[in-house]
């Protein structure tokens, strides 16, 4: 079961980092709708992995508790360290995906925030940003 379980936590680890992937090559370009679109898909196969990860922890407490004088590497069968060096690795890319995604996306916001400030000018009133009484979106010079 142990196997299964991940196996199955690769899969969804892989087709995240795939989400993530098309994500960050539509921010490049630009491509709001394509992202938003797969979020619920995204959000699906992140509670997916958590909850597949959470039954692989069971498996293994499982394990450990009937065989208590024996340590974790010496209860495992080889496919089962090679999937867990697998999902090491797997998260780490997907670590770096988002690293990735997560720059491209703060810049982004940033440019538009810019923008927002240049059009609206706001003002700090405590600690809530509000619009400036000299603000104009348009001015006309005759």
């Known amino acids: 079961m142990l196997s299964y379980h991940l196996q199955s936590a690769l899969g969804d680890l892989r087709d995240l980092i795939k989400i993530t992937e098309s994500d960050v090559e539509d921010i490049k370009e630009a491509r709001n ?3 938003f ?3 619920a898909l995204k959000e699906e ?3 997916s992995f958590e909850s597949k990860k959470a039954m692989i ?3 293994i407490s499982s394990l450990m508790t009937k065989s208590p004088d024996k340590d974790l590497p010496d209860l495992l069968n080889e496919e089962q360290h090679t999937a867990l060096g697998e999902l090491r690795v797997e998260l780490s890319n997907l670590r770096e995906v988002n690293k990735r995604y997560a ?3 703060l810049a982004v916001s940033n440019l538009y925030n810019t ?3 240049r059009i609206v000018p706001t003002e700090m009133q ?3 940003k509000v619009a400036s009484k000299n ?3 348009l001015e006309v010079r005759v």
């Open 33 to 35: 709708n394509p992202q």
């Open 37 to 39: 679109e797969r979020l």
């Open 45 to 47: 196969k992140l509670k």
């Open 57 to 59: 922890d069971h498996e």
């Open 103 to 105: 720059k491209l996306v």
């Open 115 to 117: 923008f927002l400030e």
């Open 126 to 128: 405590g600690y809530k």
């Open 135 to 137: 603000s104009a979106i």
